[in-house]
């Protein structure tokens, strides 16, 4: 089992940039693949980023794709998801996720979830 907490939202202005983190606990982080989510008021959740165990793999929503970048640190127990060139469209509730078996886009393969961060784009 793994507990998931994220952190790194906030009010950014459109245009600029932000990296939330993810800390996991437990000493088998690298046994998980890691997932950012998202969601806003009236919308399904969303997939955002994926990344592999070792991080040598990753996956982006077309939206994304050139602005985003997923990342991991197995010794800290933590993924990241630096956001560039923000737009309003991306604000959200950001959720980290993992699951053991599979690299998917599908909110339904990730077993564990964070509690969600805010991130405010402002026009």
């Known amino acids: 089992q793994v507990q998931l907490v994220e952190s790194g939202g906030g009010l950014v202005q459109a245009g600029g940039s932000l990296r939330l983190s993810c800390a996991a606990s437990?000493?088998?982080?690298?046994?998980?693949?890691m997932g950012w989510f998202r969601q806003s008021p009236g919308k399904e959740r969303e997939f955002v980023a994926g990344i592999g165990w070792s991080g040598g793999t990753t996956v982006y929503s077309d939206s994304a794709k050139g602005r985003f970048t997923i990342s991991r640190d197995n010794a800290k127990n933590t993924v990241y998801l630096q956001m560039a060139s923000l737009k309003p469209e991306d604000t959200a509730v950001y959720y980290c996720a993992a699951n053991r078996l599979k690299l998917s886009q599908r909110a339904g393969e990730y077993d564990y979830w964070g509690q969600g961060t805010q991130v405010t784009v402002s026009s």
């Open positions: 437990g000493r088998t982080f690298s046994a998980y693949v």
